[in-house]
């Protein structure tokens, strides 16, 4: 039923948009790297033991259907090459940071990792983002880097140098915040933390020291609050274009929270990929135009 004005409750707690069902959708070009050659063969966070295994197979068709679910929704999705011995190449998020028509390329903490750098830099320049800036200091791309409408919100305490944080924003010109990340299960930003469109993010506190849990309270009054359930399922490694959020299905009480507030969920299974610590998100770099002055 669709409430007249006049007959609104004078305190709903959602703002009048949402409740009109007015969340927009704005459509995005991904970046994504089909697991050809996933594996677990190493360790460096605690979700990835070699000893347990990993079904290639299974990891695929997993992708293939996050794929399919940003073409259904009407994304463009690219696709990088996959490289043999590059397990965790699948993970796209950490390849750059593209904003505004131009990357700052990635700079891996692990060796393990290292040649996906100038891969994802290589791809970039040769595919309408010629514009790549080569890293002074460790940075895992948009692992650690989530772009909103007027700042860039930047993970550190695992992965990411906050000297990153400074180069990406002198580089890009838009202010960057940094955050810090105090929970190994959560060791790049967008394990505990994604934007919703409207300079509104969702976020688990528990991932983040009591100073960057009061900056996000102060820059986001009205975020989403995920539990630990949800957060330990990787249900804050999603994807939002506006309105639709790709997300693990397991994280079941933040799917509800994610409705009540208007969004539609769109959930996927990424328990194989999960086994490296990645969700939908991980797999997903999105490659963001040139912004042309209105
Ligand atoms: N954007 C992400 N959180 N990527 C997940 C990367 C997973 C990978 N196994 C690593 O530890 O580096």
Not at 77 to 82: A, M, Q, Y
Not at 267 to 292: I, W
Request: charged share 20%; proline share 9%.
């Amino acid at each position: 039923m669709t409430l007249s004005p006049a007959m609104e409750p004078a305190s709903s707690p959602l703002p009048r948009s949402v409740r009109r069902g007015a969340r927009v959708a704005r459509p995005r070009h991904f970046l994504m790297c089909r697991p050809e050659h996933f594996a677990v063969t190493y360790s460096i966070n605690p979700w990835m033991d070699p000893a347990a295994g990993a079904d290639t197979a299974r990891a695929v068709a997993q992708w293939e259907a996050l794929r399919a679910a940003y073409l259904s929704l009407g994304h463009r999705v690219s696709l990088i090459d996959p490289i043999e011995g590059l397990p965790d190449m699948v993970f796209a998020a950490n390849g750059a940071l593209v904003a505004d028509g131009r990357a700052y390329g990635a700079r891996f903490a692990h060796p393990q990792r290292a040649a996906e750098a100038p891969a994802y830099a290589a791809w970039l320049r040769a595919n309408g983002f010629p514009d790549v800036r080569e890293p002074a200091h460790t940075n895992e791309g948009e692992g650690d880097f989530l772009v909103l409408d007027r700042l860039i919100l930047a993970g550190t305490g695992f992965r990411t140098e906050v000297a990153a944080h400074q180069e990406a924003q002198e580089y890009l010109g838009v202010p960057v915040v940094t955050l810090r990340l105090v929970d190994p299960r959560f060791y790049h930003l967008d394990t505990a933390l994604f934007p919703l469109g409207d300079d509104n993010v969702a976020y688990y506190p528990g991932a983040f020291s009591p100073g960057s849990r009061a900056v996000l309270e102060r820059l986001f009054p009205d975020a989403i609050i995920a539990d630990e359930r949800d957060a330990a399922v990787l249900g804050l490694n999603a994807v939002c274009d506006g309105r639709n959020v790709v997300i693990n299905a397991e994280a079941t009480g933040l799917i509800a929270t994610l409705r009540r507030h208007g969004y539609e969920p769109v959930p996927v299974d990424m328990s194989e990929l999960r086994k490296s610590g990645g969700g939908p998100k991980c797999c997903t770099l999105e490659l963001r135009p040139r912004q042309v002055p209105a």
